[in-house]
Structure formats: structure tokens, C-alpha cells
């Protein structure tokens, strides 16, 4: 018997990196996500193919219930292959039955967005696990991927949502944010995938007197769901990126690469790669197409 699961994409448009220090970000859930089908198999393994946007297969292998259980890396350079294993790992402490009683498994991923976009690969991947499985998908992320879990809970929700991590509780509070300016909000690819566990690494190294931000963040976010207008929005989202620069010690993505652009632009989730959000009074095609940018997402195509 086939199954079919399915989980949503994410972006984090304010909180990132602080958010893993208690700061409540706001996340959007992506029309875009990845879904996860299963079939029973033979030979006690897992037969998997994972199908990237244009239907071509990025990662393709077969792996033993055995490698599973003792999470056998045999190969040390396959990082994909190791991470899954990772993964199916936890999800089998959290429910052996499902290996136990089983002959195999056929598994087919497919993304609905370029896997290089950075919209949630390993999260999708991770929620739609946890769905099949029966089990907590925050604490499979924990215990295998890491990171705050705003990601799982864009994965979860259909409408954009306020997340908090006090330790290990979660809040997860949906709110209103669909701007009546929407269509003076965009979302640019910046043509590189950012390693969100590198600029998570770099981030603790740099974040002395967090502390003091915190509070600053959570009045961001909470203006920011607020906003009555897109200059509005564009002054606090600003404030977020300077405030971030200077934890950061990285130059802000405008600074750095769009000096001249007439609108506001903001960094979403890890600095310096995957998509950045736009907002401009007039249409910001020719610009960032001028500029060898051609992923140009409006508002309405990106957001659920």
C-alpha cells in the first residue's frame, strides 16, 4: 500500500539566528514544499530516489534496516547518504516497529522547488518522516539535524506563524500577515545556497551580550505583524538588519551587493545565500535581472 505525505516550505523573515536564543521570529510557510511517498519493499531495505523540481534524480541508494539501526556511515564521504541514514536513525528510537515489522520500503521524494533554493529540504524531509512514522517531528530535527524548529513548524502550518523556543518548549502562535501591500513585496534567489549549520556555528561565536537584543527583536517582529504599509514594514525590517549586521559582523545584504537599489531588502534565515525579501514601489524585475539575479518571486506565488 502506497502512502503520500506532504510538508510546506519556510522562510523566516524576522528572528533569524536569534531565535535559537529565545527571540520570537516570524515565519512564513512557502506554496512550495516536498512530498514523501512509501511503498513496501523487500530485501529489509530502503530503495530510495529523491526527484529534485525538474524531475531529475539528485540522490538515488539502497540502505540496509542494519546500517539504520547501528548507524553505519560505511561510506564517509556520501554526506547525503550519512545524513538520511542520521535521520531514519532517530526516527527508528523513537519508533522501532517500523523497521521491526517490516520487509522493506520504496521511498520517492519529490520537491516542488529547486532543492538549491533553501526553502527546507531537510525540514520537509523530516516532517513528512515524522507524519508517516507516528513520532514528534521537533524532536526528530533535534536529535538528528538540529536547529530551532521554526522550520518544522512552517512545515506544520498553513498560515504564517509566530515562533518561540524556550529550551525545549516550543510555542507555535498563527497569526494575520497578509499585508494589503503584498504586491509591493518579492522575494529575490541570490543564485547560492547557504549552509544554515556553518552560519549557525559562526553565529555562537559572535553572539556575546545576546541578551540585550532579544527584547529588541521581539518588538521588531511584533511592529513588523503590524505593519500598516510598506514604508512602514521597510523601516522596521531595516532596523532588523542593522541590529543584525552588528551582531553578525557581516555588512548587510543591501551593503553589500545592492547599494543603489531604491527599497528595502532583508536578509531571511542564514546571511548570504538562498532568497532575500524586496520591497519596492515599483517592480524590481529589471534591476535585479540587470544584475544577473533572475529568481524574482512575488509575494503571492512564494506565501500560502
Known amino acids: 500500500m502506497k502512502q503520500t505525505f506532504y510538508s510546506n516550505g519556510k522562510l523566516l523573515i524576522t528572528g ?65 547518504r550519512n545524513t538520511l541514514i542520521d535521520i531514519l536513525h532517530q526516527a527508528y528510537r523513537q519508533n522501532p516497529d517500523f523497521i521491526e515489522a517490516a ?46 524548529g521554526y522550520d518544522i513548524a512552517c512545515a506544520q502550518n498553513d498560515t504564517p506563524i509566530l515562533y518561540h523556543l524556550d529550551g525545549v518548549k516550543i510555542g507555535v502562535e498563527p497569526v494575520s500577515f497578509h499585508p494589503e501591500f ?44 503590524k505593519s500598516s504599509n510598506s514604508k512602514n514594514l521597510s523601516e522596521i525590517l531595516q532596523r532588523h538588519e542593522i541590529i543584525m549586521s552588528h551582531v553578525l559582523e557581516f555588512q548587510t545584504v543591501k551593503e553589500a551587493l545592492f547599494p543603489d537599489f531604491k527599497g528595502c531588502i532583508k536578509s531571511l534565515g542564514a546571511w548570504g545565500g538562498d532568497f532575500v525579501m524586496v ?22 506565488d512564494m506565501i500560502k
Do not use: C, M
Open 182 to 225: 503584498a504586491e509591493n513585496i518579492y522575494f529575490v534567489y541570490l543564485n547560492q545556497k547557504q549552509s544554515s549549520k556553518t552560519a549557525i556555528n559562526s553565529y555562537r561565536n559572535k553572539r556575546q551580550n545576546i541578551e540585550k537584543i532579544i527584547p529588541e527583536i521581539n518588538k521588531i517582529t511584533a511592529a513588523a505583524v
Open 103 to 148: 520487509k522493506g520500503y520504496k521511498i520517492t521524494t519529490e520537491l516542488t522547488f529547486p532543492r538549491f533554493w533553501g526553502l527546507g529540504t531537510s525540514s520537509t524531509l523530516i516532517n513528512n518522516i515524522a507524519q508517516w512514522l507516528k513520532i514528534d517531528a521537533f524532536e526528530l530535527l533535534r536529535e538528528s539535524f538540529g536547529g530551532s
Open 16 to 80: 533569524e539566528y536569534t531565535v535559537l536564543d529565545g527571540a520570537i521570529a516570524l515565519a512564513l510557510p512557502t506554496k512550495f514544499g516536498q512530498y514523501l511517498h512509501v511503498a513496501d519493499g523487500e530485501n529489509k531495505t530502503f530503495s530510495w530516489k529523491s526527484y529534485d523540481k525538474d524531475s531529475s534524480i539528485w540522490f538515488e541508494d539502497e540502505i540496509s534496516f542494519e546500517a539504520v539501526k547501528n548507524k553505519s556511515h560505511n561510506n564517509s564521504e556520501n554526506t547525503i
Open 279 to 300: 520591497i519596492s514601489e515599483e517592480n524590481p524585475n529589471t534591476y535585479f535581472k540587470s544584475r544577473g539575479f533572475d529568481t524574482i518571486l512575488p509575494y503571492a
